[in-house]
Protein backbone atom coordinates (compact mmCIF):
# COMPACT_ATOMS: atom_id res chain seq x y z
CA UNK A 1 0.00 0.00 0.00
CA UNK A 2 0.93 3.42 -0.54
CA UNK A 3 2.95 5.52 2.12
CA UNK A 4 1.17 8.72 3.13
CA UNK A 5 2.40 11.45 5.71
CA UNK A 6 0.10 9.99 8.10
CA UNK A 7 1.10 9.61 11.76
CA UNK A 8 -0.67 6.50 13.54
CA UNK A 9 -1.17 6.14 17.13
CA UNK A 10 -1.31 2.52 18.39
CA UNK A 11 -3.19 2.37 21.71
CA UNK A 12 -6.16 4.76 22.57
CA UNK A 13 -5.41 4.80 26.51
CA UNK A 14 -4.73 7.61 28.25
CA UNK A 15 -1.33 8.53 26.52
CA UNK A 16 -2.51 7.90 23.60
CA UNK A 17 -5.47 10.01 23.61
CA UNK A 18 -3.17 12.35 25.07
CA UNK A 19 -0.57 12.66 22.30
CA UNK A 20 -3.33 12.15 19.66
CA UNK A 21 -5.25 15.48 21.17
CA UNK A 22 -2.04 17.50 21.45
CA UNK A 23 -1.16 17.22 17.86
CA UNK A 24 -4.51 18.51 17.09
CA UNK A 25 -3.82 21.20 19.40
CA UNK A 26 -0.92 22.01 17.55
CA UNK A 27 -2.25 21.75 14.49
CA UNK A 28 -2.49 18.46 12.84
CA UNK A 29 -5.70 17.92 10.85
CA UNK A 30 -7.87 14.94 11.71
CA UNK A 31 -7.00 13.55 8.15
CA UNK A 32 -3.28 13.15 9.24
CA UNK A 33 -3.76 10.97 12.11
CA UNK A 34 -4.89 7.49 12.45
CA UNK A 35 -5.38 5.71 16.06
CA UNK A 36 -6.25 2.46 16.44
CA UNK A 37 -8.77 1.10 19.54
CA UNK A 38 -10.32 -2.48 19.43
CA UNK A 39 -13.38 -1.71 21.70
CA UNK A 40 -16.13 -0.20 19.22
CA UNK A 41 -17.77 1.81 22.28
CA UNK A 42 -14.82 3.52 22.63
CA UNK A 43 -13.80 3.87 18.84
CA UNK A 44 -16.80 5.74 18.09
CA UNK A 45 -16.19 8.07 21.06
CA UNK A 46 -13.02 8.95 19.46
CA UNK A 47 -14.63 9.36 16.05
CA UNK A 48 -16.89 11.76 17.65
CA UNK A 49 -14.49 13.74 19.69
CA UNK A 50 -11.35 14.13 17.32
CA UNK A 51 -12.91 13.63 13.78
CA UNK A 52 -10.21 11.34 13.19
CA UNK A 53 -10.01 7.50 11.61
CA UNK A 54 -10.12 4.58 14.14
CA UNK A 55 -8.37 1.69 12.11
CA UNK A 56 -7.03 -1.73 13.07
CA UNK A 57 -3.11 -2.25 14.05
CA UNK A 58 -2.48 -3.67 10.81
CA UNK A 59 -4.58 -0.79 8.63
CA UNK A 60 -2.51 1.47 10.73
CA UNK A 61 0.85 -0.18 9.93
CA UNK A 62 -0.12 -0.46 6.65
CA UNK A 63 -0.97 3.46 6.04
CA UNK A 64 1.36 5.58 8.06
CA UNK A 65 4.84 6.08 7.91
CA UNK A 66 4.91 6.91 11.19
CA UNK A 67 3.63 4.66 14.14
CA UNK A 68 3.51 6.08 17.65
CA UNK A 69 3.39 2.57 19.82
CA UNK A 70 1.39 3.37 22.88
CA UNK A 71 1.04 -0.10 24.54
CA UNK A 72 1.95 -1.73 27.42
CA UNK A 73 5.35 -3.17 28.08
CA UNK A 74 3.88 -6.85 28.35
CA UNK A 75 1.61 -6.23 25.22
CA UNK A 76 4.45 -5.17 22.65
CA UNK A 77 5.14 -8.41 21.48
CA UNK A 78 1.91 -9.49 20.84
CA UNK A 79 1.61 -6.16 18.87
CA UNK A 80 5.18 -6.29 16.69
CA UNK A 81 4.27 -9.62 15.74
CA UNK A 82 1.03 -8.64 13.97
CA UNK A 83 2.26 -5.11 12.07
CA UNK A 84 5.33 -6.64 11.33
CA UNK A 85 4.53 -8.40 7.82
CA UNK A 86 3.15 -4.95 6.83
CA UNK A 87 6.39 -2.48 8.24
CA UNK A 88 8.15 -0.96 5.57
CA UNK A 89 11.83 -0.08 6.40
CA UNK A 90 11.05 3.79 5.02
CA UNK A 91 8.80 3.68 8.06
CA UNK A 92 9.34 5.28 11.81
CA UNK A 93 8.58 3.24 14.49
CA UNK A 94 8.51 5.68 17.64
CA UNK A 95 7.36 3.82 21.20
CA UNK A 96 5.88 4.93 24.48
CA UNK A 97 6.25 1.68 26.02
CA UNK A 98 9.02 1.45 29.73
CA UNK A 99 11.49 -1.15 29.80
CA UNK A 100 11.23 -1.68 26.04
CA UNK A 101 14.39 -1.19 24.47
CA UNK A 102 14.86 -0.24 20.55
CA UNK A 103 17.13 -3.52 20.06
CA UNK A 104 13.82 -5.65 21.09
CA UNK A 105 11.15 -3.70 18.73
CA UNK A 106 13.91 -4.04 15.99
CA UNK A 107 14.65 -7.57 16.34
CA UNK A 108 11.07 -8.08 15.69
CA UNK A 109 10.64 -5.96 13.07
CA UNK A 110 12.32 -5.56 8.82
CA UNK A 111 15.68 -4.98 9.02
CA UNK A 112 16.30 -1.17 8.38
CA UNK A 113 13.39 0.31 10.10
CA UNK A 114 14.32 3.15 12.31
CA UNK A 115 12.94 2.89 15.87
CA UNK A 116 12.52 6.04 18.56
CA UNK A 117 12.43 5.17 22.18
CA UNK A 118 10.31 7.67 24.22
CA UNK A 119 9.92 8.32 27.79
CA UNK A 120 6.88 10.41 28.28
CA UNK A 121 5.32 11.63 31.23
CA UNK A 122 1.70 12.40 32.57
CA UNK A 123 1.97 16.26 32.99
CA UNK A 124 1.81 15.81 28.87
CA UNK A 125 -2.25 15.53 29.65
CA UNK A 126 -1.70 19.67 30.49
CA UNK A 127 1.31 20.34 27.57
CA UNK A 128 3.27 20.23 30.63
CA UNK A 129 5.19 16.64 29.44
CA UNK A 130 8.77 15.81 29.99
CA UNK A 131 9.78 13.22 27.30
CA UNK A 132 13.18 11.96 27.04
CA UNK A 133 13.84 10.53 23.48
CA UNK A 134 16.91 7.62 22.29
CA UNK A 135 17.72 6.59 18.73
CA UNK A 136 17.90 2.78 17.71
CA UNK A 137 20.30 1.39 15.60
CA UNK A 138 18.48 2.52 12.03
CA UNK A 139 17.93 6.66 12.94
CA UNK A 140 19.72 9.87 11.90
CA UNK A 141 19.04 13.26 12.90
CA UNK A 142 15.44 13.25 10.91
CA UNK A 143 14.44 10.54 12.78
CA UNK A 144 15.01 12.09 15.71
CA UNK A 145 13.72 16.04 14.50
CA UNK A 146 10.57 13.76 13.88
CA UNK A 147 9.85 12.28 16.91
CA UNK A 148 10.94 15.60 18.50
CA UNK A 149 8.15 17.69 16.44
CA UNK A 150 5.29 14.90 17.59
CA UNK A 151 6.71 14.76 21.63
CA UNK A 152 6.89 18.96 21.87
CA UNK A 153 3.07 18.88 20.99
CA UNK A 154 2.67 18.19 24.97
CA UNK A 155 5.76 19.86 26.91
CA UNK A 156 9.18 19.63 26.66
CA UNK A 157 11.32 17.01 24.91
CA UNK A 158 15.15 16.09 25.35
CA UNK A 159 17.61 13.75 23.99
CA UNK A 160 19.67 11.06 25.87
CA UNK A 161 21.14 7.79 25.10
CA UNK A 162 19.22 4.98 25.57
CA UNK A 163 21.66 3.06 28.34
CA UNK A 164 20.06 6.12 30.27
CA UNK A 165 16.70 5.72 30.22
CA UNK A 166 15.98 3.82 33.24
CA UNK A 167 17.17 6.65 35.31
CA UNK A 168 15.08 8.83 33.35
CA UNK A 169 12.08 6.05 33.92
CA UNK A 170 12.78 6.59 37.19
CA UNK A 171 13.49 10.62 37.62
CA UNK A 172 10.28 12.19 35.15
CA UNK A 173 8.75 9.24 34.59
CA UNK A 174 7.58 8.11 37.62
CA UNK A 175 8.43 11.53 38.87
CA UNK A 176 5.00 13.13 39.35
CA UNK A 177 4.30 10.01 42.12
CA UNK A 178 6.71 11.69 44.09
CA UNK A 179 5.23 15.32 43.92
CA UNK A 180 1.61 14.31 43.74
CA UNK A 181 3.31 12.20 47.53
CA UNK A 182 4.63 15.12 48.85
CA UNK A 183 1.67 17.13 48.28
CA UNK A 184 -0.64 14.67 49.62
CA UNK A 185 1.28 14.64 52.76
CA UNK A 186 1.68 18.67 52.90
CA UNK A 187 -2.25 18.86 52.36
CA UNK A 188 -2.82 16.27 55.24
CA UNK A 189 -0.27 18.68 57.74
CA UNK A 190 -2.35 21.11 56.89
CA UNK A 191 -5.61 19.66 58.03
CA UNK A 192 -4.23 18.14 61.02
CA UNK A 193 -3.48 21.47 62.20
CA UNK A 194 -6.92 23.25 61.55
CA UNK A 195 -7.22 23.89 57.81
CA UNK A 196 -10.20 23.22 55.79
CA UNK A 197 -9.14 20.37 53.30
CA UNK A 198 -10.22 23.29 50.28
CA UNK A 199 -7.52 25.85 51.79
CA UNK A 200 -4.86 23.60 52.72
CA UNK A 201 -5.38 22.13 49.05
CA UNK A 202 -4.84 25.55 47.40
CA UNK A 203 -2.17 26.57 49.36
CA UNK A 204 0.17 23.09 48.42
CA UNK A 205 -0.96 23.38 44.68
CA UNK A 206 -0.26 26.51 44.31
CA UNK A 207 2.76 26.68 46.55
CA UNK A 208 4.46 23.49 44.55
CA UNK A 209 3.47 25.62 40.86
CA UNK A 210 4.88 28.76 41.48
CA UNK A 211 7.86 27.04 43.22
CA UNK A 212 8.52 24.98 40.33
CA UNK A 213 7.95 28.35 37.61
CA UNK A 214 10.55 29.78 40.10
CA UNK A 215 13.02 27.46 39.44
CA UNK A 216 12.21 27.25 35.62
CA UNK A 217 12.49 31.41 35.18
CA UNK A 218 15.14 32.41 37.25
CA UNK A 219 17.77 29.01 36.57
CA UNK A 220 18.33 29.42 40.48
CA UNK A 221 20.16 26.12 41.91
CA UNK A 222 17.47 24.42 44.38
CA UNK A 223 19.99 24.75 47.08
CA UNK A 224 20.00 28.82 46.89
CA UNK A 225 16.44 29.31 46.50
CA UNK A 226 16.06 26.73 49.45
CA UNK A 227 18.34 28.69 51.56
CA UNK A 228 17.16 31.87 50.19
CA UNK A 229 13.86 30.57 52.19
CA UNK A 230 15.44 28.92 55.28
CA UNK A 231 16.18 32.22 57.74
CA UNK A 232 18.50 30.85 60.52
CA UNK A 233 16.69 29.95 63.30
CA UNK A 234 13.10 30.64 61.84
CA UNK A 235 10.10 28.26 60.84
CA UNK A 236 11.61 26.67 57.66
CA UNK A 237 14.97 25.61 59.19
CA UNK A 238 12.96 24.02 62.14
CA UNK A 239 11.20 22.14 59.57
CA UNK A 240 13.75 20.86 57.00
CA UNK A 241 16.26 20.18 60.29
CA UNK A 242 12.65 17.61 61.08
CA UNK A 243 13.41 16.18 57.33
CA UNK A 244 17.04 15.66 57.42
CA UNK A 245 16.45 13.63 60.93
CA UNK A 246 13.90 11.29 59.30
CA UNK A 247 16.73 11.00 56.23
CA UNK A 248 13.67 12.04 54.00
CA UNK A 249 16.62 13.16 51.03
CA UNK A 250 18.33 9.45 51.65
CA UNK A 251 14.73 8.38 51.24
CA UNK A 252 14.05 9.44 48.28
CA UNK A 253 17.05 8.58 46.90
CA UNK A 254 16.67 5.16 47.66
CA UNK A 255 13.14 5.48 46.26
CA UNK A 256 14.62 6.66 42.67
CA UNK A 257 16.97 3.78 42.72
CA UNK A 258 14.44 1.44 43.64
CA UNK A 259 12.56 2.69 40.47
CA UNK A 260 15.73 2.47 38.30
CA UNK A 261 16.22 -0.88 38.91
CA UNK A 262 12.49 -2.28 38.34
CA UNK A 263 12.78 -0.68 35.12
CA UNK A 264 15.96 -2.85 34.43
CA UNK A 265 14.07 -5.83 35.50
CA UNK A 266 11.17 -5.22 32.89
CA UNK A 267 13.45 -4.60 30.60
CA UNK A 268 14.79 -7.80 30.99
CA UNK A 269 11.63 -9.80 31.37
Known amino acids: MAM ?3 VAILGAGVMGETLLSGLLRAGRRPEELLITERRA ?14 VTNVDAAAKADTLVLVVKPQDMPDLLAEIAPVIQPSQTVVSLAAGITTGFIESRLPEGVAVVR ?7 LVDEGMAAISRGAHCDESHLVLAEGLLAATGRV ?5 KQQDAVTAISGSGPAYIFFVVEAMIEAGVHMGLPRSTASELVVQTVVGSAKLLRETGEHP ?3 RERVTSPGGTTAAAVREL ?3 KVRAAFLSAIE ?7 ALAAE
Do not use: F, K, W
Open 4 to 6: TSQ
Open 41 to 54: ERATELRERYGVDV
Open 118 to 124: VMPNTPA
Open 158 to 162: IRVPE
Open 223 to 225: TVL
Open 244 to 246: EDH
Open 258 to 264: AARNRSR
